[in-house]
């Protein structure tokens, strides 16, 4: 009952797998194809309503590129009516109707943004005040007295651009004389605000921010002057009614950006880099249309009488157009984009683009992509519900093969176990018979061995009854209150001839005030019945098998060992599997069919207990049954 080989035909689950390989590739090939050809219905369908809706656009491409070219002609005539002042460029950029501009004088020179100016005569330059404080800074190198100098020109001077210059000139020597909150504080005097707020220095540059800037560097980032400063000197920046040169405006953007203020504080700050980019890179020159720069990217369009340029990347014409023409399925390209659709010229005032239809063709492989996703959807549900049932199918045609192989092997045990038996019985009463008169002696021991062939044809049918109420589930247990140490001594009664014979050494040890267990004592004393029967068969020469009962951690444990030829580890598992036999030739020569184990591990788990085995080949094994018990005091019994 402890060893041999599992009964069954590998032949059965090859023909399980074979039969629920067959009804896969039925389900799966031909609904395979299905979506095939869905698929492809999908892709046609969407290939001709393409090729129709190409033929209806084909005729509008023209219609759309007159209006394309009228829409630009009007655009740069509109253009002509703008005042070209530094308030214009900042309403025209914030309010994204181009990327930069580039307002041109009369005789096409840039007005703004401009490059930089020069210098122009100094009308200070005759002045007695004037020349005197400059021979104290510059040839006397007498800064005291030129920073005096300086300071009452700034003060008394109502002319507002000199007195600027002279209150510059004042801050410049404090610095140069070391005073650094001197200095601090005459910025703050003379540029927070009144009559010096908007002069202009000999290049035109407005000297109020300029100083802002020098007093953001002299003040430390924690000084509370410092947000004052910054907030001015932005406020200027984006103050386009402040004639200040574009060129000075971008340094002075750059510099604030460098001490960390967000990019977005400037809105026009982008617009000021492109123009002063173009302005770099050629001269600004009035054309006719939309017209390439040597800025990559870069296109200019020139307004009616050539006095404003203005600048637009390839994407925000291509945004204003979408915009603007709200005709679903086309689209203008610049010359650096092939339409992958068919297209024409976009007309004279956009040399080199092309106006095209796409985007209908996008909607339609959308529209074909989604159907075809629907449809894979619906055949992968499909694929899988049949899949889910052939498996289940599958499932239950091995179950059906696993309990007709179980039925076959349960006949063929239940045959060879009871011929076995009812063999041996025959053939010593046969023996007897044959004797003409009956040895007393020989009767004896003849009627003994067929006592021991009873006893075992007994508990083979006892077990097969028993496995067959526990497949069908009808096995039922009474519970009762039971002492360990009374079943020990049944089951060790039910044993004791056999054991008593030579060459065996059995030990019994149960205290008889172990707690009690509920249990069915009958079933337990089978359970124990045929762990002894086990360890009898599979020790071989001289045996020595012990049952004891002892208390440990809150259970009842049971535990029968042996000094037989033990179990591999890998096997402690399986053992307790219907049928399952270690070594076959074994259980043929003790007779046992892989019933007695499962039949132990079954009443033990209905018991609430469990089943534990300690073995090593050649060392024995040790069989323990641990149920709950009442007591809970931990004491062990002796």
Not at 485 to 514: K, M, N, T
Request: aromatic letters at 8%.
């Amino acid at each position: 009952m402890r060893f041999g080989t599992t009964l069954g035909s590998a032949g059965q689950d090859r023909s399980t797998w074979l039969v629920l390989l067959f009804l896969l590739l039925g389900v799966v090939a031909p609904t395979a194809c299905v979506l095939w050809f869905m698929n492809d219905a999908a892709t046609s369908q969407a290939e001709s309503a393409r090729q129709s809706v190409t033929e209806a656009y084909r005729g509008q491409l023209r219609l759309i590129r007159d209006r394309v070219d009228s829409y630009w002609e009007t655009r740069a005539t509109a253009l002509a009516e703008q005042a070209g002042t530094p308030e214009d460029f900042s309403r025209m950029v914030k309010g994204g109707l181009a990327d930069s501009l580039v307002y041109l004088h009369a005789d096409g020179s840039p007005a703004y943004p401009s490059t930089a100016q020069a210098p122009s005569a100094d009308p200070a330059a005759d002045r007695t005040d004037w020349r005197i404080a400059q021979t104290l800074e510059e040839r006397e190198h007498n800064i005291p007295g030129a920073i005096g100098a300086y300071a009452g020109i700034a003060r008394l001077e109502p002319e507002a651009s000199l007195a600027a210059r002279a209150a510059q000139a004042h801050i410049r020597n404090l610095l140069r004389f070391g005073n650094r909150d001197a200095a601090t504080a005459a910025i703050l005097e003379y540029f927070a605000g009144g009559r010096l707020a908007s002069a202009t220095d000999l290049q035109g540059r407005i000297i109020a921010a300029d100083e802002h800037l020098l007093a953001l560097r002299l003040l430390a980032r924690g000084d509370g002057r410092r947000p004052a400063v910054l907030q001015r000197l932005i406020g200027f920046l984006n103050d386009y009614r402040f004639p200040i040169p574009s060129v000075q405006r971008l340094f002075l953007m750059d510099e604030v950006l460098a001490t960390g203020v967000k990019p977005e504080t400037f809105p026009t700050y982008a617009a000021e880099r492109l123009a002063a980019q173009l302005l770099e890179a050629e001269p600004v020159r009035p054309g006719a249309g939309l017209e390439s720069t040597r800025v990559p990217d870069l296109w200019k369009l020139t307004a009616k009488g050539g006095r404003m340029v203005l600048l637009l990347r390839s994407a925000s014409v291509m945004n204003s157009m979408r915009t603007w023409l709200k005709e679903p399925g086309f689209e203008v390209f610049p010359p650096a984009i092939k339409p992958r659709n068919e297209a024409i010229a976009a007309g004279p005032m956009l040399p080199g683009w092309q106006v095209a239809f796409t985007s209908q063709n996008d909607r339609l492989m959308e529209a074909a992509s989604r159907r075809r996703t629907a449809y894979l959807w619906v055949g992968y549900v499909v694929v899988a519900s049949m899949i889910i049932a052939g498996l289940l199918l599958g499932q239950t045609l091995r179950r059906q093969f696993r309990l007709a192989r179980l039925k076959t092997d349960l006949v063929a045990a239940v045959s060879h176990e009871l011929k076995t038996p009812l063999a041996s019985m025959r053939l010593l009463v046969d023996s007897l018979l044959e004797d003409a008169e009956l040895d007393p002696q020989k009767t004896r021991d003849y009627l003994a061995l067929v006592a021991g062939e009873n006893l075992r044809l007994t508990r083979l049918i006892e077990n097969f009854l028993t496995f067959s109420r526990i497949e069908r589930n009808r096995q039922r247990f009474e519970f009762t209150e039971a002492q360990p140490a009374s079943i020990v001594q049944s089951a060790a009664g039910a044993v004791q001839e056999r054991f008593q014979q030579a060459g065996c050494h059995f030990v019994v040890a149960a205290d008889s005030s172990l707690p009690p267990i509920q249990a069915d004592a009958d079933a337990l004393a089978t359970v124990l019945v045929n762990l002894l029967d086990n360890a009898y068969k599979y020790t071989s020469g001289e045996k020595h098998i012990a049952l004891r009962a002892f208390y440990e951690s809150g259970s009842v444990v049971f535990a029968v060992a042996d000094n037989g030829i033990g179990i591999p580890p890998r096997e402690h598992k399986r053992i307790f599997r219907k049928f399952y036999q270690v070594d076959q030739r074994l259980a043929r020569e003790t007779g046992g069919c892989g019933l007695g184990l499962s039949i132990v591990d079954h009443i033990v788990r209905a018991h609430g207990g469990h089943v534990g085995v300690k073995s090593q080949p050649g060392e024995g094994s040790t069989f323990s049954v641990s149920l709950p018990s009442r007591r809970s005091d931990g004491r062990a019994a002796a």
